[in-house]
């Protein structure tokens, strides 16, 4: 029979090799924990890029529900339908972006129409031609908007296409 190795009883290497056996085990839950916040992060992240994409199809559908409670008669079934619709999309995240009023954001607005006041100190959102939404910091589509604000620095002159702030080349 073989007889057992005879343990190491010296205690200074026992407690070294605790140490580092200590150690490892530090080093891979650390790792692992990493490893679990990752893809916690992933996770969402995935799941918020597919909410998003999701979101970015229904617009039209909410565009034409919008526009139809607009310019039709609201009756009872097409306004439990738009509830629905804003009230489902609501839950996964979409938020409307632009209102009357508030400032001007090229990062959140797309302006179509600008209209000079000479006594306007800032652009201004007047008009919203067509809402734009998010989906919590991601932004799905810029609100179109029609802003009054002070005159440019530039004046505008004649293009073939339409009106440029540019001076024309020579």
């Known amino acids: 029979m073989d007889e057992a190795r005879p343990l190491d009883a010296d205690p200074a290497r026992l407690r070294c090799l605790v140490r580092e056996r200590t150690a490892d085990l530090q080093r891979v839950k650390a790792e ?3 490893y679990r916040k990752r893809v916690r992060r992933d996770r969402a992240a995935v799941r918020e890029i597919a909410a998003a994409n999701i979101l970015r199809t229904l617009l039209p559908v909410l565009d ?3 526009r139809t409670c607009a310019h039709e008669p609201l009756t009872p079934g097409l306004a439990d339908i ?3 619709l ?3 999309l609501g839950a ?3 938020e409307p972006l632009g209102q009357e009023g508030e400032p001007f954001d090229p990062g959140r607005h797309e302006a179509l129409v600008h209209h000079v006041a000479p006594d306007a100190r800032q652009l201004t959102c007047t008009r919203i031609l067509r809402s734009g939404y998010r989906a919590g910091p991601l932004l799905l589509r ?6 009054t604000g002070p005159p440019t620095d530039r004046p505008a002159h004649r293009t073939g296409q339409g009106f440029s ?3 024309p080349s020579m």
């Open 86 to 88: 804003r009230t489902q």
């Open 165 to 167: 702030t540019t001076k």
């Open 32 to 34: 692992y924990d990493n």
């Open 64 to 66: 034409a529900v919008e």
């Open 82 to 84: 738009a509830d629905t």
């Open 92 to 94: 996964l995240g979409l």
């Open 142 to 147: 810029p609100a179109a908007v029609e802003v």
